[in-house]
Each structure stands twice: as structure tokens, then as C-alpha cells.
């Protein structure tokens, strides 16, 4: 740990790979299996969000770190606590990826060199530039490519996997993030548009996702995909307004 006043070390081999979990004990060992056979040097934590089932004892047969939450607050505030985690701990970057095995770890590797070799703020891991090794359902299809266009209009920025929760981002982005109100269910496009609209440098690196091993994924209702996309249409609404009233409020200062 440094004297860095942000609380993050200035090393960028200081990362940390944080992985957000709700009842996925059939999954998660072999997940963090194969992550550690990558032999990639950095720490892992994953943060149970309240699960019901032996998600938690699974993590610490693997002997990784783990956080849990008291109850199942959402996929969001679980982010959110790995970030502050990581922050408090003196971590340089963060790798977010799922605890469902969807997430290949050996593109992590990839991620990271794409971040030092170009200097950007946040590499997303992108299957609309690599594989998708399952069928991805219509109606999510049309979501991904609809969010893509919104985001593409509001950013004038042409980022392919905008709901990809595959990343890696830097202390500047993670500390930016939970100064804004981290979305505490659904951070997705939403949450790029904003990295995007304050200038912060995002690219993608192709990797592959695969289907998910086994259990449900937090989209596997009507119900859930109908309000995804009703609150991620709102959030991107704000997420335009606050920045226009922002321009217009610098603008109004320098005159």
C-alpha cells in the first residue's frame, strides 16, 4: 500500500478480479478452478450477494477471498462492494466478470495488455467482436443491439458489447463509478454510456462466451427482461439529461 490519496496503488500488476455471486454453488468452483489455472498473478474476491444455497462454503473450499452481503441486495450493490473493496485495499485495477462460468478467464490476460499498451480507462471483454458459444434468445439479441445504437447516438462512440459485463477498468473509472450512485440492480449500458460521455477511454478486446454451466441467470423471466429494458431506458434517458444540464451549467460558469 502506497500513499496514493485515492486509496488505489499506482501499480497496474495490483489487480483484482472481483465476481459478484447469487446462488451459484454448482458453478463457482470450477469458475474460480479455472481462473487460478491461468496463473495470472492477480486476487480474487467474490462477493456473495445473499445466496441461499452453499455458494458461500463452495468459494471458501477454493480458498479465495469472500464477501457477504446480509441479504440479496442486487447485482449492482454487489459490484458496488467489490469496488469499494477493492479501493480500500490499495488495488490499481479491477477485472469484473461472472461467477457462471459464461466469462472465459484466459482473455483476462488480453484485457490487461490492451490496457497498457493503449492507455485506456476501461477494456471491455466484447462477444460481438469474438464468439458467442451459445444461442443468445431474440428478444435479448434485439435488446443488446438496440442499447448499442442508443448508446452509439448518445456517445458517437461505436462500442459493440455495451451490456458485456466482462471488464476491466482502472482506479480513475472505479472510483468515477462509485461517485456517481452505482446503479444498485442493473449497471449495464447505461453505466458506459456515462464512462463514455465524461471522456474516459473505452475499448473491447474479442473473447468468447459460453452458455452458462448450470442455474438461472438474473434474465431468466419475462418478468425481469421486461424490467431490465424499462429501467435501462429510463437510466440512459437520465444518464443524457444530467450530462446536458452539466455542459449547460459549465458553459453557464465560464460566461
Do not use: W
Not at 79 to 85: A, D, K, P
Not at 94 to 117: C, E, T
Request: one cysteine or more; hydrophobic letters at 40%; glycine letters at 6%.
Amino acid at each position: 500500500m502506497n500513499d496514493d490519496k485515492s486509496g488505489l496503488n499506482n501499480d497496474p500488476r495490483k489487480t483484482i478480479i472481483v465476481m459478484p455471486a447469487f446462488n451459484e454453488e454448482e458453478s463457482i468452483r470450477h469458475t474460480l478452478d479455472n481462473i487460478i489455472s491461468q496463473n495470472l498473478g492477480f486476487d480474487i474476491v467474490v462477493v456473495n450477494d445473499g445466496s441461499r444455497d452453499n455458494t458461500a462454503s463452495e468459494v471458501l473450499k477454493s480458498g479465495i477471498d469472500i464477501l457477504n452481503l446480509p441479504c440479496n441486495l442486487g447485482y449492482g450493490a454487489a459490484v458496488e462492494t467489490g469496488f469499494r473493496y477493492a479501493i480500500k485495499n490499495g488495488y490499481s485495477r479491477v477485472v469484473l466478470m461472472d461467477a457462471d462460468g459464461q466469462h472465459d478467464p484466459k482473455y483476462i490476460r488480453s484485457m490487461a495488455d490492451a490496457m497498457d499498451s493503449d492507455k485506456f480507462d476501461v477494456i471491455i471483454g466484447s462477444r460481438f467482436r469474438g464468439d458467442v458459444n451459445y444461442t443468445i434468445p431474440k428478444i435479448r439479441k434485439l435488446g443488446m443491439v438496440f442499447f448499442r445504437n442508443i448508446v452509439k447516438i448518445m456517445t458517437k462512440q461505436d462500442i459493440q458489447d455495451v451490456t458485456s459485463g466482462f471488464q476491466l477498468l482502472n482506479r480513475k473509472a472505479v472510483m468515477f463509478l462509485l461517485n456517481e450512485n452505482y446503479p444498485s440492480d442493473y449497471p449495464d449500458s447505461d453505466v458506459i454510456a456515462k464512462l463514455l460521455l465524461v471522456g474516459f477511454r473505452v475499448s473491447e478486446v474479442p473473447v468468447t462466451i459460453h452458455a452458462r454451466e448450470k442455474g438461472l441467470s438474473m434474465h431468466s423471466s419475462k418478468l425481469k427482461i421486461t424490467y431490465y429494458i424499462y429501467k435501462m431506458v429510463l437510466s440512459l434517458l437520465l444518464v443524457a439529461l444530467t450530462y446536458r444540464m452539466n455542459k449547460r451549467l459549465q458553459k453557464e460558469v465560464e460566461y
